[in-house]
Protein backbone atom coordinates (compact mmCIF):
# COMPACT_ATOMS: atom_id res chain seq x y z
CA UNK A 1 0.00 0.00 0.00
CA UNK A 2 1.01 3.58 -1.15
CA UNK A 3 1.90 4.99 2.78
CA UNK A 4 0.65 8.98 4.20
CA UNK A 5 4.19 10.57 4.32
CA UNK A 6 4.87 11.55 7.98
CA UNK A 7 4.34 15.38 7.06
CA UNK A 8 1.03 14.32 5.60
CA UNK A 9 0.07 12.47 8.53
CA UNK A 10 0.89 15.68 10.55
CA UNK A 11 -1.15 17.49 8.39
CA UNK A 12 -4.25 15.36 8.96
CA UNK A 13 -3.99 15.20 12.62
CA UNK A 14 -3.67 19.42 12.87
CA UNK A 15 -6.34 19.98 10.25
CA UNK A 16 -8.75 17.44 12.00
CA UNK A 17 -8.17 18.41 15.77
CA UNK A 18 -9.12 22.17 14.61
CA UNK A 19 -12.39 21.22 13.61
CA UNK A 20 -15.31 21.81 15.61
CA UNK A 21 -17.85 18.21 16.06
CA UNK A 22 -20.89 17.95 13.46
CA UNK A 23 -23.98 19.11 14.92
CA UNK A 24 -26.87 17.55 13.73
CA UNK A 25 -28.64 20.25 14.28
CA UNK A 26 -27.62 21.42 10.92
CA UNK A 27 -30.01 18.61 9.61
CA UNK A 28 -33.17 19.49 8.97
CA UNK A 29 -36.38 17.67 10.57
CA UNK A 30 -37.64 14.75 8.32
CA UNK A 31 -41.54 16.23 7.82
CA UNK A 32 -44.15 14.95 5.97
CA UNK A 33 -45.02 18.54 5.17
CA UNK A 34 -42.83 20.20 2.08
CA UNK A 35 -41.99 23.28 1.88
CA UNK A 36 -43.22 25.27 -0.91
CA UNK A 37 -39.84 26.88 -1.64
CA UNK A 38 -37.31 24.28 -0.41
CA UNK A 39 -36.35 20.47 -1.69
CA UNK A 40 -36.87 18.31 1.23
CA UNK A 41 -37.41 14.05 1.66
CA UNK A 42 -41.43 13.68 2.69
CA UNK A 43 -42.61 10.45 3.80
CA UNK A 44 -44.07 8.11 1.02
CA UNK A 45 -45.56 5.23 3.34
CA UNK A 46 -44.21 2.41 5.01
CA UNK A 47 -43.57 -1.46 5.13
CA UNK A 48 -44.25 -2.95 8.55
CA UNK A 49 -44.09 -6.24 10.52
CA UNK A 50 -39.93 -7.19 10.63
CA UNK A 51 -38.49 -7.15 14.13
CA UNK A 52 -35.19 -5.48 14.45
CA UNK A 53 -34.15 -4.78 9.57
CA UNK A 54 -30.55 -3.76 10.13
CA UNK A 55 -30.04 -3.61 6.47
CA UNK A 56 -31.64 -3.41 3.04
CA UNK A 57 -30.53 -3.50 -0.33
CA UNK A 58 -31.79 -2.84 -4.02
CA UNK A 59 -30.84 -5.91 -5.90
CA UNK A 60 -29.66 -6.20 -9.56
CA UNK A 61 -32.88 -8.27 -10.06
CA UNK A 62 -34.85 -5.03 -9.03
CA UNK A 63 -36.13 -6.53 -5.67
CA UNK A 64 -35.43 -5.84 -2.30
CA UNK A 65 -33.74 -8.02 0.38
CA UNK A 66 -33.86 -7.49 4.01
CA UNK A 67 -31.75 -8.75 6.85
CA UNK A 68 -34.51 -9.06 9.95
CA UNK A 69 -31.60 -9.51 12.63
CA UNK A 70 -33.41 -10.45 15.22
CA UNK A 71 -36.29 -11.92 13.41
CA UNK A 72 -33.34 -14.41 12.36
CA UNK A 73 -34.39 -14.24 8.84
CA UNK A 74 -33.90 -12.80 5.35
CA UNK A 75 -36.64 -11.40 3.66
CA UNK A 76 -37.53 -10.65 -0.27
CA UNK A 77 -39.67 -8.00 -1.05
CA UNK A 78 -40.92 -6.55 -4.82
CA UNK A 79 -41.29 -2.83 -5.52
CA UNK A 80 -44.85 -2.82 -3.55
CA UNK A 81 -43.46 -4.11 -0.47
CA UNK A 82 -44.72 -7.27 -0.65
CA UNK A 83 -43.50 -10.28 0.53
CA UNK A 84 -42.32 -12.86 -1.82
CA UNK A 85 -40.18 -15.17 0.34
CA UNK A 86 -38.23 -15.59 3.22
CA UNK A 87 -35.60 -17.83 4.32
CA UNK A 88 -35.81 -18.58 8.08
CA UNK A 89 -33.59 -19.89 10.70
CA UNK A 90 -30.19 -17.24 9.61
CA UNK A 91 -28.97 -16.23 13.05
CA UNK A 92 -28.87 -12.48 13.12
CA UNK A 93 -27.85 -12.18 9.64
CA UNK A 94 -26.40 -8.32 9.73
CA UNK A 95 -25.05 -7.94 5.95
CA UNK A 96 -26.37 -8.88 2.79
CA UNK A 97 -25.27 -8.46 -1.24
CA UNK A 98 -25.83 -9.55 -4.46
CA UNK A 99 -23.44 -10.35 -6.43
CA UNK A 100 -23.50 -10.62 -10.97
CA UNK A 101 -24.73 -13.64 -10.38
CA UNK A 102 -27.85 -13.02 -8.21
CA UNK A 103 -27.04 -15.38 -5.34
CA UNK A 104 -26.99 -13.10 -1.91
CA UNK A 105 -23.88 -12.80 0.21
CA UNK A 106 -25.09 -12.48 3.71
CA UNK A 107 -23.08 -11.91 6.97
CA UNK A 108 -24.88 -13.53 9.91
CA UNK A 109 -23.51 -15.63 12.92
CA UNK A 110 -23.59 -19.36 13.53
CA UNK A 111 -22.84 -22.04 16.33
CA UNK A 112 -19.66 -23.36 16.26
CA UNK A 113 -20.59 -26.95 17.10
CA UNK A 114 -16.48 -27.83 17.87
CA UNK A 115 -16.68 -25.24 20.54
CA UNK A 116 -19.97 -24.08 21.18
CA UNK A 117 -18.90 -20.78 20.71
CA UNK A 118 -21.48 -17.97 18.29
CA UNK A 119 -19.34 -16.63 15.69
CA UNK A 120 -19.70 -14.55 12.69
CA UNK A 121 -19.85 -16.38 9.10
CA UNK A 122 -20.33 -15.25 5.75
CA UNK A 123 -23.04 -17.30 3.61
CA UNK A 124 -23.32 -17.86 0.13
CA UNK A 125 -27.08 -18.02 -0.56
CA UNK A 126 -27.74 -19.86 -3.86
CA UNK A 127 -30.74 -18.08 -4.98
CA UNK A 128 -31.06 -18.60 -8.50
CA UNK A 129 -30.23 -22.64 -8.70
CA UNK A 130 -33.56 -22.16 -6.03
CA UNK A 131 -35.29 -19.93 -9.10
CA UNK A 132 -35.69 -17.00 -6.19
CA UNK A 133 -37.43 -19.15 -3.88
CA UNK A 134 -35.54 -18.25 -0.61
CA UNK A 135 -37.66 -21.13 1.51
CA UNK A 136 -36.19 -23.00 -0.90
CA UNK A 137 -32.09 -21.93 -1.37
CA UNK A 138 -29.07 -24.30 -0.81
CA UNK A 139 -26.96 -22.06 1.61
CA UNK A 140 -22.97 -21.99 1.75
CA UNK A 141 -20.92 -21.19 3.81
CA UNK A 142 -17.98 -19.11 2.82
CA UNK A 143 -16.02 -18.01 5.54
CA UNK A 144 -15.87 -18.65 9.25
CA UNK A 145 -13.15 -17.67 12.13
CA UNK A 146 -13.43 -19.94 15.09
CA UNK A 147 -10.37 -19.00 16.57
CA UNK A 148 -11.66 -15.36 16.57
CA UNK A 149 -15.69 -16.12 18.37
CA UNK A 150 -15.83 -12.18 18.61
CA UNK A 151 -15.41 -11.19 14.77
CA UNK A 152 -18.54 -10.29 13.03
CA UNK A 153 -18.87 -9.70 9.12
CA UNK A 154 -20.69 -6.30 8.78
CA UNK A 155 -20.67 -5.29 5.13
CA UNK A 156 -20.69 -6.88 1.75
CA UNK A 157 -19.61 -4.90 -1.18
CA UNK A 158 -19.72 -6.60 -4.93
CA UNK A 159 -16.98 -5.49 -7.55
CA UNK A 160 -16.24 -6.38 -10.40
CA UNK A 161 -14.88 -9.71 -12.09
CA UNK A 162 -16.87 -11.84 -9.92
CA UNK A 163 -15.63 -10.36 -6.71
CA UNK A 164 -16.42 -8.99 -3.64
CA UNK A 165 -15.26 -6.89 -0.13
CA UNK A 166 -16.54 -8.33 3.21
CA UNK A 167 -15.98 -5.96 6.22
CA UNK A 168 -14.66 -7.61 9.15
CA UNK A 169 -15.54 -6.13 12.84
CA UNK A 170 -14.18 -7.04 15.98
CA UNK A 171 -13.42 -5.24 19.26
CA UNK A 172 -9.39 -6.01 19.10
CA UNK A 173 -6.91 -4.32 16.45
CA UNK A 174 -3.92 -5.21 18.66
CA UNK A 175 -2.08 -7.55 16.35
CA UNK A 176 -0.11 -5.97 13.55
CA UNK A 177 -0.69 -9.00 11.33
CA UNK A 178 -4.31 -9.86 11.67
CA UNK A 179 -6.19 -7.20 13.54
CA UNK A 180 -10.35 -7.79 13.59
CA UNK A 181 -10.82 -4.65 11.71
CA UNK A 182 -10.01 -5.42 7.60
CA UNK A 183 -11.67 -5.93 4.61
CA UNK A 184 -11.60 -9.14 3.10
CA UNK A 185 -11.49 -9.52 -0.62
CA UNK A 186 -12.88 -12.94 -1.92
CA UNK A 187 -13.46 -14.36 -5.54
CA UNK A 188 -16.22 -16.91 -7.01
CA UNK A 189 -14.04 -18.66 -9.45
CA UNK A 190 -14.22 -22.09 -10.99
CA UNK A 191 -13.05 -25.32 -9.31
CA UNK A 192 -13.58 -27.16 -12.32
CA UNK A 193 -15.68 -26.97 -15.38
CA UNK A 194 -19.19 -27.06 -13.48
CA UNK A 195 -18.96 -26.00 -9.88
CA UNK A 196 -17.88 -22.72 -8.77
CA UNK A 197 -16.42 -22.20 -5.31
CA UNK A 198 -15.57 -18.72 -2.79
CA UNK A 199 -12.36 -18.59 -2.62
CA UNK A 200 -10.11 -15.64 -0.34
CA UNK A 201 -8.01 -13.57 -1.80
CA UNK A 202 -6.15 -11.46 0.85
CA UNK A 203 -7.05 -8.87 3.11
CA UNK A 204 -6.75 -5.32 1.84
CA UNK A 205 -3.68 -3.47 2.91
CA UNK A 206 -4.68 -0.51 2.29
CA UNK A 207 -6.39 0.90 4.61
CA UNK A 208 -4.73 0.61 8.65
CA UNK A 209 -6.11 -0.79 11.58
CA UNK A 210 -6.96 0.81 14.46
CA UNK A 211 -6.91 4.19 16.19
CA UNK A 212 -5.64 7.28 14.25
CA UNK A 213 -6.37 10.31 12.71
CA UNK A 214 -5.77 9.31 9.09
CA UNK A 215 -8.13 8.96 6.54
CA UNK A 216 -7.13 5.10 5.76
CA UNK A 217 -7.68 4.32 9.99
CA UNK A 218 -10.34 1.74 10.46
CA UNK A 219 -11.25 0.88 13.61
CA UNK A 220 -15.17 -0.39 14.22
CA UNK A 221 -15.97 -0.46 11.02
CA UNK A 222 -19.66 -1.13 10.18
CA UNK A 223 -20.77 -0.96 6.84
CA UNK A 224 -19.54 -0.84 3.39
CA UNK A 225 -21.03 0.20 -0.17
CA UNK A 226 -19.36 0.00 -3.85
CA UNK A 227 -20.12 2.50 -6.83
CA UNK A 228 -22.17 -0.24 -9.55
CA UNK A 229 -20.05 -1.39 -12.25
CA UNK A 230 -16.33 -0.15 -10.28
CA UNK A 231 -14.40 -1.56 -6.94
CA UNK A 232 -14.71 1.75 -5.47
CA UNK A 233 -16.00 2.11 -2.03
CA UNK A 234 -17.46 3.79 0.88
CA UNK A 235 -16.53 2.71 4.13
CA UNK A 236 -18.42 3.81 7.13
CA UNK A 237 -17.17 3.35 10.82
CA UNK A 238 -18.25 4.01 14.53
CA UNK A 239 -16.73 7.40 15.84
CA UNK A 240 -14.52 5.13 18.44
CA UNK A 241 -10.86 6.18 17.96
CA UNK A 242 -11.07 7.52 14.78
CA UNK A 243 -11.86 11.08 12.78
CA UNK A 244 -13.12 9.90 9.69
CA UNK A 245 -16.28 7.48 9.73
CA UNK A 246 -16.98 7.62 6.07
CA UNK A 247 -13.81 7.00 4.26
CA UNK A 248 -14.00 6.72 0.19
CA UNK A 249 -11.40 4.71 -1.67
CA UNK A 250 -10.55 4.63 -5.44
CA UNK A 251 -9.67 1.83 -6.79
CA UNK A 252 -6.04 2.09 -9.05
CA UNK A 253 -4.27 -0.20 -10.96
CA UNK A 254 -0.76 1.24 -12.73
CA UNK A 255 2.40 -0.46 -13.94
CA UNK A 256 3.85 -0.67 -10.24
CA UNK A 257 0.81 0.13 -8.16
CA UNK A 258 -2.63 -2.27 -7.62
CA UNK A 259 -4.91 -1.52 -5.10
CA UNK A 260 -6.97 1.45 -3.04
CA UNK A 261 -6.16 5.14 -2.58
CA UNK A 262 -8.24 7.61 -1.00
CA UNK A 263 -10.24 9.82 -3.27
CA UNK A 264 -10.27 13.16 -0.99
CA UNK A 265 -6.93 13.16 1.38
CA UNK A 266 -7.22 16.10 3.55
CA UNK A 267 -3.81 16.21 4.27
CA UNK A 268 -4.24 18.22 0.38
CA UNK A 269 -4.80 21.86 1.23
CA UNK A 270 -7.31 22.32 -1.78
CA UNK A 271 -9.01 19.02 -0.57
CA UNK A 272 -9.73 19.63 2.72
CA UNK A 273 -12.92 21.59 2.38
CA UNK A 274 -14.31 18.69 0.82
CA UNK A 275 -17.58 17.98 2.56
CA UNK A 276 -17.25 14.30 2.79
CA UNK A 277 -14.19 14.39 4.32
CA UNK A 278 -15.50 17.05 7.12
CA UNK A 279 -14.15 14.78 10.47
CA UNK A 280 -16.15 14.26 13.36
CA UNK A 281 -19.40 14.34 11.01
CA UNK A 282 -20.88 10.46 12.13
CA UNK A 283 -21.12 8.97 15.46
CA UNK A 284 -22.70 5.63 14.77
CA UNK A 285 -22.95 5.44 11.25
CA UNK A 286 -24.82 2.30 10.03
CA UNK A 287 -26.10 2.40 6.52
CA UNK A 288 -24.78 3.42 3.46
CA UNK A 289 -26.02 3.18 -0.14
CA UNK A 290 -24.70 4.95 -3.45
CA UNK A 291 -27.59 5.86 -5.92
CA UNK A 292 -27.07 4.04 -9.57
CA UNK A 293 -27.88 6.18 -11.68
CA UNK A 294 -26.35 10.10 -10.24
CA UNK A 295 -23.74 8.12 -7.84
CA UNK A 296 -24.80 10.39 -4.33
CA UNK A 297 -23.96 8.52 -1.65
CA UNK A 298 -26.68 8.25 1.80
CA UNK A 299 -25.20 7.63 4.99
CA UNK A 300 -28.05 6.34 7.89
CA UNK A 301 -26.42 7.73 11.24
CA UNK A 302 -28.04 5.32 14.23
CA UNK A 303 -26.95 7.42 16.68
CA UNK A 304 -28.39 10.98 15.25
CA UNK A 305 -31.25 9.47 13.57
CA UNK A 306 -30.34 10.92 10.20
CA UNK A 307 -29.95 10.24 6.68
CA UNK A 308 -27.02 12.04 5.01
CA UNK A 309 -26.55 12.74 1.53
CA UNK A 310 -23.39 13.78 -0.48
CA UNK A 311 -23.45 14.13 -4.31
CA UNK A 312 -21.18 12.33 -6.69
CA UNK A 313 -18.22 15.13 -5.69
CA UNK A 314 -18.96 14.77 -2.68
CA UNK A 315 -20.64 17.98 -1.70
CA UNK A 316 -23.19 17.88 1.20
CA UNK A 317 -26.82 18.26 0.46
CA UNK A 318 -29.18 20.39 2.04
CA UNK A 319 -31.90 17.65 1.54
CA UNK A 320 -30.31 15.41 4.34
CA UNK A 321 -32.21 15.27 6.86
CA UNK A 322 -33.03 13.99 10.53
CA UNK A 323 -33.14 14.52 14.45
CA UNK A 324 -32.34 18.26 14.61
CA UNK A 325 -34.87 19.96 17.88
CA UNK A 326 -38.44 18.13 19.66
CA UNK A 327 -40.55 18.13 16.55
CA UNK A 328 -41.29 14.52 16.08
CA UNK A 329 -38.82 12.71 13.67
CA UNK A 330 -39.86 9.30 11.91
CA UNK A 331 -36.59 7.89 12.66
CA UNK A 332 -35.61 5.47 15.59
CA UNK A 333 -31.90 4.11 15.55
CA UNK A 334 -31.57 3.60 11.72
CA UNK A 335 -29.49 0.67 10.36
CA UNK A 336 -30.09 0.51 6.73
CA UNK A 337 -30.91 2.58 3.62
CA UNK A 338 -31.46 1.80 -0.01
CA UNK A 339 -32.31 3.74 -3.41
CA UNK A 340 -33.94 3.07 -5.95
CA UNK A 341 -35.53 4.83 -8.30
CA UNK A 342 -35.69 8.37 -6.84
CA UNK A 343 -37.26 6.98 -3.38
CA UNK A 344 -34.83 5.99 -0.23
CA UNK A 345 -35.58 2.80 1.94
CA UNK A 346 -34.52 3.52 5.02
CA UNK A 347 -34.68 0.77 7.85
CA UNK A 348 -36.37 2.05 10.73
CA UNK A 349 -34.90 -0.32 12.98
CA UNK A 350 -36.40 0.28 16.61
CA UNK A 351 -39.56 0.59 15.10
CA UNK A 352 -39.57 -2.47 13.06
CA UNK A 353 -40.20 -1.04 9.73
CA UNK A 354 -39.07 0.44 6.44
CA UNK A 355 -39.34 3.68 5.39
CA UNK A 356 -40.15 5.26 2.28
CA UNK A 357 -38.72 8.72 1.37
CA UNK A 358 -39.08 10.78 -1.58
CA UNK A 359 -38.13 14.44 -2.84
CA UNK A 360 -40.96 16.56 -2.72
CA UNK A 361 -40.04 18.06 -6.44
CA UNK A 362 -41.04 13.99 -7.08
CA UNK A 363 -44.42 15.10 -6.24
Not at 7 to 22: D, G, K
Not at 112 to 128: A, C, F, N, S, Y
Not at 331 to 341: D, F, H, T, Y
Amino acid sequence: MKQLSHIALFAVLVFAACQTPYDPKDLPPATNVPSPTDTTYISKGEWGGFVWPVSIIYGRDQLFYVADSLGNRIIMLNQAGQVLSTLENVLHPTSVGQDTRLDLIVGAETREPTTGDTIGVVLRIKLVAASHNLAQAEIDTIWKEPARPLRRFVGIGIIPNDEYLVVRDGPDNSSVVDPDARVLRFRYVHENATVRKDSFITALGDLQSGNGGSIVNINRPTGIATFPGRADFILIQRADGVQYTAIWMVYSKTFDFEGWLPKYDPSQPEQRSVDFVRPNRFVYPRGVAIDRLRSDIFIVDAAQDSVVKFNSRGVFKAESFGKTNARRVDLKNPRGVAIAEKTLYVCDTENGRIVLYGLSTDF
